[in-house]
């Protein structure tokens, strides 16, 4: 078999509207990371001191959190199309705030409307669930990994040239303004979608407020529905995220202060974190889909506490190496949460489930962030990292003796 037909058989699964969003990933990506390496430095150029980066993140977690349980809701009950479409329209639009901000409340104030916008993660998460057969879950998501990976790479290292040639705050107007023109073209990208509930009904704005109330009842009663192992993978995912949250509201700004890392080199650490993504990507796909789920799951949660501890000790060669461990934890992690939800969550149910873990871990996130910036400016500028991997010890407790995994079975393939 020639190598065209073995790539054909391997990748046979990206079609219709997996397609559509992959592509439109990598137009999204391209700018995506852009604005990350320097953005606590921004925040701090307009007026943004003290605790100015836990409120931003706290918006930004709450914001998102407002909208999860309507978003999941909305998701199964109205589609996942008209959500996903007109929300990355109006996305991309509130990153002229980011642009054009005079002080620092105006990217405060675009941080809320990006957050609000993210009502359509359920329905973008459950439309990927839609469409990726069972057998290739595990590399469906790490390959959503590599796209981001591969994609993102370019963003930092066009931000630190930016950065050299026209400072920290006109480089990031400059920045935002690209992720506007690239989300647009994204979104309009994505009105190629096709939607995948049969029976959807047409959506008006009062089903919004509507809506709450019972999505909120029918997001928390679907664990009455879902195996056990569905609970602990969601107290999985929200325990690590409100850890990551901890260290990643002031990481850029430990670096410089207490490691002594320069302004100017801080993207240096981004580049290993994205290339290791693209490298192991698809490996750790294939690792998820042939020798279990659970096996990577507690893998990657021990290689957090590692890549946690270097970074908190590091110089700029160990942060490099820690954001790469990082890059692996993250793939394995996640990979094998998402494919382990798959498996164990009906497609009717997908919606809610991801509704119910986005709420919960987002508003962990934002407490997390405020928390994280307060540790480090009011008590001691290593307590947030402690904190998080204190918390690794019960989250690997609970992958080890409470997440059961299900026997998945594997479509026959048969050459005539």
């Not at 509507?210 to 192992?229: D, G, H, L, M, R």
Request: contains cysteine; glycine residues 8%; positive net charge.
């Amino acid at each position: 078999m020639g190598l065209r037909e073995i790539l054909r058989r391997e990748f046979s699964f990206i079609s219709g509207n997996y397609k559509v969003l992959v592509v439109s990933w990598m137009i999204m990506d391209l700018a995506m990371e852009m604005p990350a390496p320097n953005f606590q430095y921004y925040v701090q150029h307009l007026g943004g001191t003290g605790l100015a980066l836990g409120i931003t993140g706290l918006a930004n977690w709450i914001g998102m959190a407002i909208v999860a349980f309507p978003g999941g809701y909305l998701a199964d009950k109205y589609g996942r199309r008209w959500l996903i479409t007109t929300m990355t329209f109006i996305m991309a639009l509130s990153n002229l705030f980011f642009a054009l901000a005079p002080t620092w409340h105006f990217i405060l104030i675009g941080t809320i409307i990006h957050s609000l916008c993210l009502i359509y993660q359920p329905a973008l998460f459950a439309m990927v669930q839609d469409s990726l057969p069972p057998e290739r879950r595990g590399i469906g998501s790490s390959l959503i990994q590599l796209i981001h990976g591969a994609f993102n790479t370019p963003g930092p290292v066009i931000a630190g040239f930016l950065m050299m040639k026209f400072g920290l705050e006109l480089s990031m107007r400059i920045i935002y303004f690209i992720v506007t023109t690239l989300f647009l073209i994204a979104a309009a990208w994505r009105l190629k979608l096709k939607e995948t509930i049969v029976n959807a009904e047409p959506i008006r704005f009062r089903h919004f407020i509507e809506a709450y109330p019972k999505a909120i009842k029918e997001s928390v009663s679907v664990w009455k529905k879902v195996p056990t192992t569905a609970f602990w993978i969601f107290t999985i995912e929200t325990l690590i995220m409100f850890g990551a949250s901890l260290t990643n509201v002031i990481n850029a700004v430990y670096a410089r202060d207490v490691l002594g890392i320069a302004e100017n080199q801080w993207w240096l650490v981004y580049i290993p974190l994205l290339l290791t993504m693209i490298i192991a990507s698809l490996p750790i796909g294939k690792i998820v889909d042939k020798f279990g789920r659970k096996i990577p799951l507690i893998t990657g949660l021990t290689i957090f506490g590692i890549a946690t501890t270097t970074f908190m000790l590091g110089n700029l060669p160990m942060l490099m190496l820690s954001m790469a461990l990082f890059a692996i934890g993250q793939l394995l992690v996640m990979s094998s949460a998402m494919a382990l939800s798959t498996d164990l969550v009906n497609q009717e149910n997908r919606g809610k489930v991801v509704g119910f873990r986005n709420f919960v871990s987002y508003i962990l996130s934002g407490l997390g962030m405020l928390l994280g910036n307060y540790l480090y400016v009011s008590i001691l500028p290593q307590l947030p990292f402690y904190t998080a991997l204190a918390l690794i010890i019960p989250v690997l407790l609970i992958a080890s003796f409470l997440v059961e995994e299900p026997k998945i079975e594997k479509k026959v393939r048969r050459h005539i």
